[in-house]
Nanobody
Framework: QVQLVESGGGLVQAGGSLRLSCAAS??????MGWFRQAPGKEREFVAA????????YYADSVKGRFTISRDNAKNDFYLQMNSLKPGDTAVYYC?????????????????WGQGTQVTVSS
């Protein structure tokens, strides 16, 4: 059974850091991504990483502050979030797809975690 489980969310002050983790089980995925959804807004792309980890992509709003990485030996991947802002407050979801092509589209990821809340206070 395929399962993605996020962890690492929480409450942090503006300027602080959090590291989200996503543990994948059931199969090996090619492309992994992080998305987020704030109250009243659509789910949006945050970051994605290729199988090798050599290709990474970021939303403009997080570029330079967030870093996506993966550990294929553990089938885990991560999102290091630094210099957090109140605007980063959202539920963060990890997502996975089998296609080698990296994508920023939510409808191209068939596998999703349950989400973890990140709240940044001002």
């Amino acid at each position: 059974q395929v399962q993605l489980v996020e962890s690492g969310g929480g409450l942090v002050q503006a300027g602080g850091s959090l590291r989200l983790s996503c543990a994948a089980s059931g199969r090996t995925f090619s492309t992994m991504g992080w998305f987020r959804q704030a109250p009243g807004k659509e789910r949006e792309f945050v970051a994605a990483i290729s199988w090798s980890g050599g290709d990474t992509y970021y939303a403009d709003s997080v570029k330079g502050r967030f870093t996506i990485s993966r550990d294929n030996a553990k089938n885990d991947f991560y999102l290091q979030m630094n210099s957090l802002k109140p605007g980063d407050t959202a539920v963060y979801y990890c997502a996975a797809r089998l296609n080698l092509r990296t994508s920023r589209r939510t409808d191209e990821y068939p596998y999703w975690g349950q989400g973890t809340q990140v709240t940044v206070s001002s």
